[in-house]
């Protein structure tokens, strides 16, 4: 399924790139972003499809590269329609992103509400397939939403991934839940002041692909044996025969060693580190920091599951590029795109080396943190 790491220089000429696929050369022209920040996120109509084809037809910018991967900034729809996105066309293995989540309150990265939220994921759906190889997979991780100024949680997430699931003539492989063992409690309103709720602590991390049986294999993501196993797997005793559930446990079942334990369809992890390489990079570049980053665990569990030895994985929403990194540390080739050029600045930061890419691009200011201001007022009552 993987295809062989083609070095660039083996055929020389601009089209080529060290991840095997011919990409587009670097355009001269910066990036056309619509003034509103939502625009890449809505749906478009017949009638507006050739006025908005001849804007995002422009040529993805390169941010940077690696020995294994390429950051492009650029808006969804433009990279798709480029010669770099059109190369991709039945070459990735595993897509695994994050979208926008369907958020009452509007973030800076984009994020749609209601309909135009369902009809925006459900148009991304063929595109994306487009790419896959014949049993390659998708995977997005998905948050819970709410009813506005309602204690009522909406099926709108729900709903959506239903239409991208139709929209692209995609199977449900099987369906996760990525637990956050050190969320925050939220919503605040219904979890703290009124306290008629509990913490909404995880996410829907949907597993689709194409084919019913994608290519996929969990001996590469077993976990370690409990004491207790590694104990029974030792003696060799445990009491055989039926169980009340009606399954029936052979005489034999657990005596073999098979590397690990089979992991559960719940990924827990907990976001609680405050000073890893990426923070500090983006503090010491002055960049915020992409504020819905996803988790790495979660990232590494679908890369090593789902995607081959140099096997290629695409974000389409990389923010901070957590995929990327992942990928390039598990020896996959991956590609990213996202359209904000200060949050693929801040990614190089998960990289110990990247070249070339965009030069010029524009900090928000000192780090709007806590502790920044902190040290920042404490520097100024010396001085």
Known sequence: MGRSFIISSIRK????????VDLCPQSKTPIGFA???AEDLAPRTSAQNSKHLTKDSRQPRLAYRTNSGRAYHSTLRSFLHSRAGRALEGQVDLILTSPPFPLNRKKRYGNLQGDRYLDWLKELAPELVRLLRPKGSIVIE???????GSPVMSTLPTRALLSFMEAGGLNLCEEFIGYNKARLPAPIQWVNVERMRVKDAYTHIWWMSPSERPRADN??????YSPAMKELIR?????????P???VVGKKSFRKDNGGAIPPNVIEFANTSAREPYLNFCESKRLDPHPARMNAEVARFFVKFLAPRRGLVFDPFAGSNTTGAVAESLGRRWIAVDRDSSYLLGSRGRFPR??????GVKRRGPLRHPRGRQRRRLRASRA
Do not use: D, F
């Open 354 to 359: 990247t070249r070339g890419g965009e030069k």
């Open 35 to 37: 003034g509103k920040e």
């Open 245 to 247: 559930s009606e399954y």
């Open 235 to 243: 003696t060799g005793k445990y009491n055989s025969g039926p169980r």
């Open 142 to 148: 998905l948050g819970n939403a709410w009813e506005p």
């Open 13 to 20: 000429g601009p089209l080529r790139s060290c991840l095997g």
């Open 219 to 224: 001996r590469r993501v077993l976990r370690e």
